[in-house]
């Protein structure tokens, strides 16, 4: 469950903007819609972003975070709080960057960064406790808490333009994995192999009952059959 989406500098969003995801899904379903290049993408990609690094198009780079039309010293950030069975987080990455110079002229790189929070409650989506401020381990705790890897999640929770039919086209075995862990039918396959298992069972005990009626029957055939006649 998404509660707040906070970005800067990201896509064609050079300034700052704020969606409240939670104000949207209280009334059900709910659409983003606009004309081509109004940014819809660009919030998919920056929910992805947030949780993963990565934006959410296979082919697509994570270059293309960072906005074009920022000014050069804008940093560009996406701040993710969401909910899932493992608790509320809050989640604010930065991509790589190049700033001008403090001093003197040119550029300086800027590391790209994580910083991941556990939160109490929904009415205090800025404060919590900091669980990690590196890339890995922040990342690590995101997919633990979430349950899916990015492919995963991509191909089954947001489902970009085309990702979905690799999905269809994925191994039977490969999308039983993936199906498994998003709708959490590991109950219904215990039972099927219980299921299957009773059946074996089953079946192992209606032979042996056959080969025991063959016997029986074998041997009351042969006690009714008549005596060889003595020699005359």
Do not use: C, N
Not at 36 to 64: N, P
Not at 77 to 97: C, I, Q, S
Not at 168 to 191: D, H, I, M, N, W
């Amino acid at each position: 469950q998404l509660h707040r989406l906070r970005l800067a500098a990201v896509g064609p969003f050079a300034g700052e903007h704020e969606i409240d995801f939670a104000a949207l899904s209280a009334g059900g379903l709910f659409l983003l819609e606009g004309p081509t290049g109004a940014g819809k993408s660009t919030i998919v990609d920056a929910i992805v972003y947030a949780l993963y690094g990565h934006v959410a198009g296979s082919t697509s780079s994570k270059e293309r975070i960072r906005s074009g039309f920022a000014a050069p010293g804008t940093e560009s950030y996406v701040d993710l709080v969401f909910e899932t069975g493992a608790g509320l987080f809050r989640v604010r990455r930065t991509p790589e960057w190049l700033r001008p110079k403090r001093r003197g002229e040119g550029l300086t790189k800027v590391q790209a960064s994580a910083r991941l929070w556990r939160l109490s409650s929904p009415d205090d989506l800025d404060g919590g406790e900091l669980l990690s401020s590196r890339l890995d381990e922040g990342g690590a705790e995101i997919e633990a808490a979430v349950g899916l890897d990015r492919a995963q999640f991509v191909q089954t929770i947001v489902l970009p333009q085309g990702e979905f039919a690799a999905f269809l086209k994925a191994k039977p075995e490969e999308r039983r994995q993936v199906l498994q862990r998003v709708f959490g039918t590991e109950s219904y396959e215990r039972v099927q192999e219980r299921l299957a298992e009773m059946r074996r069972e089953a079946e192992q005990r209606v032979r042996e009952a056959r080969q025991e009626v063959a016997v029986a029957v074998t041997a009351l055939r042969t006690a009714l059959d008549p005596l060889e006649p003595e020699d005359a």
